[in-house]
């Protein structure tokens, strides 16, 4: 926000100071333009500027009148984030910390396999589910991220590609609990999934959640076609509610009802993961309550070993336990893969990066 004295001569009361243009409300950038008597084509122009043709800056957006470029500076800003810091793995893994005006900060990543560019997003500044093994759960949950502020993550994202590549799938998995921020995710994901956003269908979207009934009844009210991914971690609710504390308010039945739900309205299978902690969640009697609860979906469970975090007492589980758990649930039927962890020198696990990085000098990119 800029003090009074920075005021522009075109200010007015209608429009909010310094706009963040990635929001996806198109009002303000509209009632801009028609209080200038400019034409509202200008808001199609620029919009295909952010998500087509990548601008870095209003600067970029060449075929703008250079006075509308300096009018637009002074009331809206492309970027509201910077850049903390830019990791890169040898798999193609890059992975961004992302810094708000208010110094919070959340984490993103980029994935490449095959001809796959996946991005994983946060929804949230920490988070307030509490899953004990998790190092965003750590220190509780800040504030929500704002509708403008999950699309920056897409698009800071996608300008570290090459020109001629394009995102091809989204998943809400990163910092956060995606569905205690449906309110600023589901514009956002507007965004991403319209033709003139990221054309990013709702089927290549992926949103994982801990498992919050009203908000996957939204979900379902609202006609989304999104893959929905169900954080379980626990086959039985004792050993959830200890893992994954917000259980205790809501029950591993109640979570599986509301995913039957989504799944009937949407008819997209459902996965449900599951990461395995070392002695914890990872014996055979486990695997055998797991095959119980997914019998009779049509579901696919993932299973991911834990990646350690810092300073937390999780461990990987062995591969011995593995393979057992892994063939207690095959031959009971179920649709089992082990995923792949991508981005292990960079510390995928959400919420580790930015616990590691103390606040330094932003680097690197635009902005
Ligand atoms: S695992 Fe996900 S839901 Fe659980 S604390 Fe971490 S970010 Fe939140």
Redesign the pocket.
């Known amino acids: 926000m800029i003090s009074g004295r920075d005021l522009h001569p075109h200010a007015r009361d209608s429009v909010p100071l310094m706009h963040h243009l990635l929001d996806p409300n198109p009002e303000p950038l509209r009632l801009w333009l028609a209080e200038r008597q400019l034409p509202a084509y200008r808001a199609g122009q620029i919009r295909k500027w952010l998500f087509e043709r990548r601008a870095d800056s209003l600067e970029d957006m060449t075929d703008l009148p250079k006075s509308l470029r300096a009018d637009l500076a002074a009331d809206f800003r492309l970027w509201s984030s910077t850049i903390a810091r830019h990791q890169s793995s040898d798999d193609g893994t890059e992975k961004l910390l992302v810094e708000w005006p208010d110094a919070q900060r959340v984490e993103c990543v980029l994935l490449r396999d095959g001809a796959r560019r996946s991005i994983c997003i946060s929804t949230?500044v920490?988070?307030?589910?509490?899953?004990v093994?998790?190092?965003?759960?750590?220190d509780g949950v800040e504030r929500n991220l704002t509708a403008g502020e999950i699309v920056e993550q897409m698009l800071r994202l996608a300008r570290l590609l090459p020109d001629h590549e394009r995102l091809s799938h989204i998943v809400v998995?990163?910092?956060?609990?995606p569905l205690a921020n449906l309110n600023n995710l589901l514009p956002a994901l507007d965004e991403a999934s319209s033709p003139s956003g990221l054309g990013i269908s709702h089927r290549r979207i992926t949103i994982?959640?801990?498992g919050l009934p009203p908000a996957i009844d939204r979900l379902v009210e609202r006609n989304c076609q999104y893959h929905l991914a169900v954080?379980l971690?626990a086959p039985n609710d004792e050993l959830r509610n200890e893992l994954?504390p917000?259980n205790k308010n809501i029950g591993i039945e109640a979570i599986m009802a509301a995913a039957d739900r989504y799944y009937e309205a949407s008819g997209r299978r459902l996965t449900f993961e599951y990461?395995l902690l070392g002695n914890l969640n990872d014996q055979a009697e486990h695997a055998r309550q797991l095959a119980s609860l997914m019998r009779g979906r049509t579901a696919l469970l993932n299973l991911i070993p834990y990646n350690p975090v810092a300073g937390l007492p999780y461990h990987t589980p062995s591969n011995r336990c593995r393979e057992r758990f892994v063939e207690i649930l095959t031959q009971a039927g179920i649709n089992v893969q082990i995923r792949e962890r991508k981005g292990d020198q960079i510390n995928a696990a959400?919420?580790q990066l930015r616990r590691l990085t103390p606040a330094i000098t932003p680097i690197s990119l635009p902005s």
């Open positions: 949230q920490g988070c307030g589910m509490g899953c093994f998790c190092a965003s759960g750590l998995m990163g910092m956060g609990e994982s959640t801990v954080s971690h994954v917000v990461v959400c919420g």
